[in-house]
């Protein structure tokens, strides 16, 4: 995709059990030099990014998923030019349906970073519930193509 090409700083999530292996993308952006990072999820539904410069000495996250260590660089949103959303399904419209901890619900409107979502084209429904305070990803990107909505 152009945009993740062209961004250099991304926020890009570790892929667990259920959800498409993002490994080889995080290599990718690591191999391009770009400025990686993963989000670092806190209590009360907070989410940082955090650079990370390599896969080594990741370790366990909130709810086991694997994340930066503490003290690696805080990369303020405003930095990001590309982020790459996590959800269960996400409809035709770029609404997702996450975990249901409001993580990327509160972080994504602090930038103007590109969105992508990214699943399985099987988990592509019509529509998820949504709430006021959801926004939808700019594009879907599933194993048959990207659908662009922005």
């Known amino acids: 995709m152009p945009e993740y090409l062209s961004a250099e700083t991304v926020l890009l999530f570790y892929g667990t059990a259920g959800e498409v292996n993002t490994l080889p993308i995080i290599e990718d ?47 303020p949103p405003e930095r990001l030019g ?37 699943c399985r084209e099987e988990l592509l429904c019509d529509a998820v519930p949504r709430e006021a305070h959801d926004a939808p990803v700019a594009c879907v990107v599933t194993e048959t193509g990207a659908r662009r909505y922005m």
């Open 29 to 75: 952006a690591l191999s391009k030099r770009k400025t990686v990072c993963l989000p670092e999820s806190l209590p009360g539904g907070i989410m940082h990014a955090r650079r990370i410069l390599s896969l080594l000495g990741l370790l366990g996250g909130r709810f086991g998923i694997p994340a930066p260590r503490r003290g690696a660089e805080l990369v």
């Open 82 to 118: 590309f982020i790459l959303v996590p959800g269960l399904t996400f409809d035709r419209a770029g609404y997702r349906l996450g975990r249901g901890g409001g993580y990327y619900d509160r972080y994504l409107p602090q930038t103007r970073a590109y969105t992508a979502g990214v």
